[in-house]
């Protein structure tokens, strides 16, 4: 910062310096720190990204309505710029204990897409009302707004039935796959390729299901159900549960699909 400040570009760049090299130091000494933490305290610590995004858009969401009424287009381009950020990536869930946190991720992800939905809508709204059109066209002006908003309401509630859907068939699919994997540990060896195929149909289907985003069907943006890397290790341990029934593999399989179940009871809804 105080690099920034000087106008002596000898001093920035000694200034800069420094900052890279007390940057690094501090990563030297916080590493091990972090690493010998429990697992409550890593969980704690890698929500807190997630955390300082939620308290920065709400410190731009205000900022944005301090300038009401007097500069409507400056409110409304910084409520525009929370959609554009959440739509270019947006701040990432942590990847760790995906599982565990997979309930949370169910609920949030739909509440940050309609939240940035609802931020992109007012900023249009407060833009749209500034535009230079004559009076008698303002009835359709209003009506363009009204429209906005009646579009807003209607999306926001297809994010959250998507979400219910969504976990209604993670759980229909993770349960045929718990069957048909405990069916296959429990079979004489003269039964197990018919089994084992159905186990493997019933992996595909679950599979497909975890490769959408939870609260978008674009796969260009939008928040995983389980990280990639996790779904690959389930992806191991469950054809190693099929390949190999009643090791070690199945116990572990079986936890893992416990817990995504288990994450799903409260958002299921098959009515949806």
């Keep these: 910062m105080v690099a920034l400040g000087t106008t002596s570009p000898t001093l920035f760049r000694?200034?800069?310096?420094?900052?890279?090299?007390?940057?690094?130091?501090s990563y030297w000494v916080a590493?091990?720190?972090?690493?010998?933490?429990?697992?409550?305290w890593h969980r704690l610590i890698t929500f807190l990204p997630l955390l300082a995004y939620v308290v920065a858009i709400g410190l731009v969401g205000v900022a944005g309505a301090s300038f009401l009424p007097n500069q409507p287009v400056v409110a409304g381009l910084a409520w525009m710029m929370i959609w554009c950020f959440?739509?270019?990536g947006g701040m990432k869930e942590p990847t760790s204990f995906a599982y565990e946190r997979l309930r949370g991720r169910l609920t949030w992800a739909a509440a940050f897409q309609v939240n940035a939905m609802c931020y992109g809508t007012v900023g249009a709204?407060?833009?749209?009302?500034?535009m230079p059109v004559p009076v008698r066209f303002a009835p359709a002006?209003?009506?363009t707004c009204l429209s906005v908003v009646v579009g807003l309401v209607v999306s926001s509630a297809k994010v959250f039935t998507r979400v219910r859907k969504l976990a209604t068939q993670l759980d229909a699919?993770?349960?045929?796959?718990?069957?048909c994997l405990t069916r296959l540990s429990r079979s004489p060896v003269a039964e197990r390729r018919q089994l084992q195929d159905a186990a493997e149909d019933a992996w595909d289907d679950l599979h497909r299901t975890l490769c959408n985003k939870v609260e978008t069907g674009f796969h260009?943006?939008?928040?995983?159900?389980?990280?990639?890397?996790?779904r690959k290790a389930l992806e191991a341990l469950v054809l190693e549960a099929i390949a190999n029934p009643g090791a070690m593999a199945y116990e572990d399989a079986m936890a893992r699909l416990s817990?995504?179940?288990?994450a799903c009871v409260r958002k299921m809804d098959t009515v949806a």
């Design 14 to 25: 000694a200034l800069a310096a420094l900052s890279a090299v007390l940057l690094l130091s």
């Design 31 to 40: 590493a091990p720190w972090f690493i010998a933490r429990s697992k409550t």
């Design 86 to 88: 959440h739509i270019g």
């Design 125 to 130: 709204v407060c833009l749209i009302r500034t």
């Design 141 to 143: 002006l209003f009506a």
């Design 173 to 179: 699919r993770a349960q045929r796959l718990e069957r």
């Design 220 to 230: 260009l943006y939008g928040t995983f159900v389980i990280p990639p890397v996790t």
């Design 259 to 262: 817990v995504l179940r288990a």
